[in-house]
Every structure is written in C-alpha cells, then in structure tokens.
C-alpha cells in the first residue's frame, strides 16, 4: 500500500479502540439518561482533541493522534464515511409513501416551519456586530446562509422524543413526524442548492438554472423510477438469503455511492444523494421494521460516532467559544422554529395540539452539526460561529425530551374508558387484516353505516401500529359519540405486524374513539405504550387466562 506503512495502521487502531470505548462508556450512561448519544461522542472528541488533551497533556495527545497527513487522512476518510451513512440512515427514517398520503396539514405547517425560522432568524443575525462577520465578505449571504440551517430540525431527535412519551402511535405524532419529513426534505434541498450556488467562483444564472432543474429532475426519478429498481433489488437478494440483512445492507450502500455520484455531477453535495437514498429505500416494504432498526443501530453505534468525534477532533472549542453568540444562536434557532410550527399549527387548524407540535420541532440535532461544518468546510462559518451552532444543536436537542413530556401530561388522565375482552380471549388469525375484522365482528362492531373496519386498514396502511414486545395496537374512529373503546385479544398463533423490534405479535389492543373524543386516543396510545415497555407486566398480562382477570387488570393499569 503506497503512503500506508504499518505504523499508520497501529495508530488507526489505536486510535479506533480509544474511540469506541469511550463512546460506548458515555453514550451508555446517556441512553440510561434518555439523552442524545451526539451529545457523548463530540464529549470525547473534545476530551480526546486539542480542547482538553491536547492543551493538558501534548505528548499524549501527538502520541494518540500523531500530526501527519497520512494518519490525518486515514481517520477522516472513515469519518466522512460515517456521514454519508448517518445520512442514509436519516432518509430511511423517512416514509415518504405514506406522508404523501397525508400531505395537506403537514405541508403546511412544514412550509411556515422554513420560511418563518428563516425570516425570525434573519432578523436577529444580521444585526449581530460586524466583528462576528470579519472573515465574510458579504455579511447578508452568511446571515442567510445561517438562517437556513436555522429551519432544519431533527427528525431522529423528535422520533426519540415522542417514542418516550408514548405518543409516536398516534394521529398527533403521524402529523409532527410528516411535517419534520417534509421539512428535512425542503431543507436539504434548500441548503444542497444554496451551497452549490455560494461556492462558484462567479454567479451564473445558467448554472444556477441547470443545478437547480437537474436537482429536480433526479429528486423526481429517485423517488419514482428509482424505488421500483430498489425494491425489485431487495426481492432478489431477500429471496436469494434466508437472513436477508446483508444483502440488504449491500443494495443501500451500493444504492447511497450511486446516487452520491450522480449528485456530485448535478453539483450539488454527495450528502443529499446519501440521503434521497435512504428515503428511496426505506419506502420499500420489503425493508421491515426490524431490518432498518438493525441498520440505524450498526450506523449509530461505529460509523456516526466517528465522525462526531472526529468534529472534536479538529477544533480547540475553548478557543473557539464564545458564550453570548452560543446563547444567542440557541435562542433563535428555539424560538424561530417554535414561532414556525406554531403558525403553521394555527392555518392547518391544529391549534388543540399546536404547542406540542411547536415543541416537536424545536432541536437541531445532528444534521446542524452536519450542516454547520459542510459550511465551514466551504469557508461560509468561521469555527465561533460553528461551535456556536453545535453548542446550540446539542442544547436544544437534551431540553427537547423533559419539555416534550412536561407538555404531554395533559394527556394522563383517561376518562369514558370501555375496556372489552374477545370471548375466551384467544383469537385465531393468519394476518393483521383478519384479526381486526374479527375483533370487530365479534362485537356488532363492522357495520356498513361507520367504515369502521376501512378506517382502522387505512390507518395502518399509513402507521404501522406494532409495539415492541409483541403488541400492537390498530386504532380507528367511530361516527358515534360512544365511550372510547379497548378491544383486547391474545393471538393463538403470533403473527408478523411488521414490529420494530421484530418479534411477532401476540398481544392486540384495538382502539376506537369517537370524533369528540379524539384527545383519548393519545391518552390510550400513551398508556399502552408505556406499559408495552414493562416487561414485568406483560410477562403478568400473559398469566391470566380469564376474561374476568384481563379486564380488571388492563382496568387497573390504565387508569393509573
């Protein structure tokens, strides 16, 4: 290997082995913690760089971290790879199909979640005094240019979020994961042009042209033409291996350098083909549940700590800190991205739910920091205001969950609560579908005047209602103002609901409620969520045999 002796190897290792136990250390301690892992890996990279290592101990940090371009070279290759997995992974948490499907108010409240922050956020960064400016030649065009990285907000972040406070389930936390969706979607490719357009040597209006409709042209055919190839590829190597995953993994990988490529030569940044990808991929129904929680956990835990840590790696952020602008840029970031959701809430007629919806968009996660240091990377920051960026991102990302929960303890109390239990309460069915339509018939419930059995598919066409732990819980809405509905059965057989964490189904809790009484449905989901995360009272749950003792216990426990 030309340039590559085996000194560059040992130091790669070694440097690979500190990285990953110290990451492992702290991103474990903040799980327990229910904090961002982002947050522990640019810690050990601070800890483990010029901030701390390197200004304390010099000779340990140039003996870890030896200052040749090769070694250098080496750590940052595996870094950018990192990032262009994390970006795959972004846009497989991404279900674009059935977003679509529910497009109106999401749209909305995404549509004035970027133009709101960009206005707010204008308003206050321009004004800041020029000295922050000084390696700008145009402090518009900067001021702007943050502005934009202001307006994306972080999916994986708000995902997380919602999942801990039991509401991801619900139609409330379908319509805040779409407009986020579409909010990463129009960010990204507000940003990818921006940053295409800002790094010519000369303006062109031709140029400009040319990137921006051949940006459209391949958005266009990836999401069409593009995830038919991909799912007939997933078929094909699903079939051809009994596990499915690495073949899987190879598509989407093979799948992220292609479109990675092609972006390239449009002109814009490799990261948006990464991410296009992912959503290409992950509208697939072939890619389960399962399998793309298998790909989030290798991407996260090896390829993306190495590029947060490796952030911390390269910058002094003492040096680099400045305590007003971190403050400053956290609060615009917070409240533009509030005030934006909140108005956008308020014209799509959701101001019931618009402070949480607002809240749900507040952190800035990881794709700031991925933003903010392309942008450095371009000369468009200088390392003040990047490390003020991050510093922002990574608060507004840790105060997200505690605010999130705080504002969703309206929905503790449940009231008007029917919990009804199938007759022997073993149920015999092959798939999903039969299963409702059984829960329903046994009870008079699946009359022709509700659609009832039509509303609960379409909603699990749209949100898959599977829990971990073998549970699941489809839901649907009645015309009739009737006390909020529990139908509880046991699966004789389980089945597959397409689960995260891939176990099949065994427990089924179908919910109905009425339109007047929407707000329980959050309630019910919330408290079946958190009990599906108990697993002391599922292993009691599934003791029980007797109608009797099921119903007075589900009784008892959601009414805690």
């Known amino acids: 290997m030309i340039g590559i002796d085996e000194s560059n190897i040992f130091y790669l290792l070694l440097q690979l082995s500190i990285i990953f136990i110290l990451s492992n250390l702290i991103n474990s301690f903040l799980k327990k913690n229910k904090q961002p892992t982002i947050t522990g890996d640019l810690l050990v990279g601070i800890f483990l760089g010029p901030t701390i290592l390197g200004s304390f101990f010099p000779k340990i940090y140039n003996f870890i971290f030896p200052q040749n371009l090769v070694q250098i070279a080496m750590l940052d290759t595996l870094g950018w790879f990192g990032l262009f997995l994390v970006l795959l992974s972004t846009g497989i948490e991404v279900d674009f199909s059935s977003i679509w499907k529910q497009r109106k108010n999401a749209l909305v409240i995404s549509t004035l979640d970027i133009i709101v922050p960009i206005i707010f956020s204008m308003a206050f960064i321009y004004f800041l005094p020029n000295h922050y400016f000084e390696f700008s030649s145009n402090k518009f065009i900067t001021s702007f240019f943050i502005s934009v990285i202001m307006t994306i907000s972080a999916l994986p972040i708000a995902i997380r979020a919602l999942r801990e406070v039991g509401i991801m389930k619900s139609d409330l936390g379908f319509l805040i994961i779409s407009a986020l969706t579409i909010n990463d979607i129009i960010g990204w490719i507000i940003f990818t042009l921006l940053l295409s357009l800002f790094s010519l040597q000369f303006f062109d209006w031709k140029i400009a042209t040319e990137i921006i409709a051949y940006t459209g042209i391949f958005t266009f055919l990836a999401l069409n033409v593009g995830k038919k190839i991909v799912n007939w590829l997933f078929s094909k190597v699903i079939n051809q291996d009994s596990d499915g995953i690495q073949g899987v993994l190879a598509v989407l990988i093979s799948t992220g350098v ?261 707000e329980n449905q959050i309630k019910v989901i919330k408290k079946i969520t958190n009990f599906s995360k108990d697993c002391d009272s599922i292993k009691y749950l599934d003791l029980l045999s007797s109608e009797k003792e099921i119903e007075e216990y589900l009784t008892r426990k959601f009414s805690i």
Request: aromatic share 12%.
């Open 258 to 518: 292609i479109f990675g490529l092609i972006t390239l030569e449009i002109g814009i940044h490799t990261l948006f083909g990464f991410f296009i990808a992912g959503i290409v991929a992950g509208d697939s129904p072939i890619f389960t549940k399962s399998a793309r929680n298998t790909v989030h956990n290798f991407v996260y835990s090896i390829f993306a700590s190495l590029f947060f840590v490796n952030i911390g790696l390269k910058i002094n952020f003492f040096e680099s800190f400045n305590l007003f602008l971190a403050l400053f840029i956290t609060f615009v970031g917070i409240a533009g991205r509030y005030l934006g959701a909140w108005i956008g809430s308020t014209l799509s007629r959701n101001t019931k739910y618009r402070n949480i919806i607002s809240i749900a968009h507040t952190p800035g996660g990881e794709m700031h920091i991925v933003v903010s240091l392309i942008a450095l990377s371009f000369d468009l920051l200088n390392k003040e205001l990047f490390v003020a960026i991050v510093f922002a991102a990574i608060l507004s990302s840790i105060i997200n969950g505690p605010w999130l929960a705080i504002s969703s303890k309206r929905f503790t109390y449940l009231e008007n609560l029917e919990i009804l239990i199938y007759p022997d309460v073993k149920l015999e069915a092959q798939y999903k579908e039969e299963a409702i339509y059984k829960l329903l018939n046994i009870f008079n419930l699946n009359t022709l005047e509700t659609n009832i059995l039509e509303n609960i598919l379409e909603k699990e066409d749209i949100v898959c209602s599977a829990l971990e732990n073998s549970i699941a819980i489809p839901k649907g809405v009645v015309e009739e103002n009737t006390k909020t509905r529990v139908i509880f059965a046991r699966l004789e057989n389980p089945i597959n609901w397409n689960s995260l964490d891939g176990r099949l189904t065994k427990n089924i809790f179908l919910i109905l409620t009425s339109k007047k009484e929407e």
